[in-house]
Each structure stands twice: as structure tokens, then as C-alpha cells.
């Protein structure tokens, strides 16, 4: 069946780094697209990024955009949230989902267990 695990959370201090990982199994990975998503707590859950099937293409939140990097790595079927320059607003468990498509503009269908990050000094 399909699996998607998050791994990486943890606590950091403002202005550190974090990676995060989505292992995928059960399905044919370099076929859909996988996006990462936040909720914090009290508010809505947010779109972060999104990669493409073939890593062609990346989307970003503004709120994002210059610290985060997404990449995909097609041997290990694992997508990457490489996160720089962390800021109190950036505390939330953080999802990674699949896309039902090769493209980011396809709805999500499958969804990870979460992984906690939380900024703070």
C-alpha cells in the first residue's frame, strides 16, 4: 500500500537548519508529484512546496521561498525539505503528500504521519 514517512523534525534554534525526509513506498514514485504542508497549531494547514515528478518544477510559499529547498532523490524514492534560516513562525508538524498526478496543480491523495518542528531558543 502507499507510505509515506516523514523523518528529520526536531527542535532547533532561530536561524538553524533542518532536513527533512518523506520516504515513499508503494507506489511508482517518479510518477506523482509530492508536496510538503504545515499546520501550526490553532491555524489552517498551509502549502510549503511542491516538487514535479521529474524534479523539473518547484513551488514555493512566499513565506518560504529563498530559505526552503525541495529536492527529490529517485533511487531512495525520497523527497527532501532542506529548511535554512528557521524562524519562530516557521513551528508546525510538517506533512509530506502525494500529488494524484505527475503535477503539483493535482489534488493530494495520500498523506504522511507528520514530523514535528519547533523553533525556538
Known amino acids: 500500500q502507499v507510505q509515506l514517512v516523514e523523518s528529520g523534525g526536531g527542535l532547533v534554534q532561530p536561524g538553524g537548519s533542518l532536513r527533512l525526509s518523506c520516504a515513499a513506498s508503494g507506489f511508482r514514485f517518479n510518477y506523482y508529484a509530492i508536496g510538503w504542508f504545515r499546520q501550526a497549531p490553532g491555524k489552517e494547514r498551509e502549502g510549503v512546496s511542491c516538487?514535479?515528478?521529474?524534479?523539473?518544477?518547484?513551488y514555493y510559499a512566499d513565506s518560504v521561498k529563498g530559505r526552503f529547498t525541495i529536492s527529490t532523490d529517485n533511487a531512495k524514492n525520497t523527497v527532501y525539505l532542506q529548511m535554512n534560516s528557521l524562524k519562530p513562525e516557521d513551528t508546525a508538524i510538517y506533512y509530506c503528500a502525494r500529488r494524484s498526478g505527475y503535477a503539483c496543480y493535482h489534488s493530494t491523495d495520500y498523506w504522511g504521519q507528520g514530523t514535528q518542528v519547533t523553533v525556538s531558543s
Open positions: 516538487i514535479y515528478n521529474s524534479g523539473s518544477s518547484t
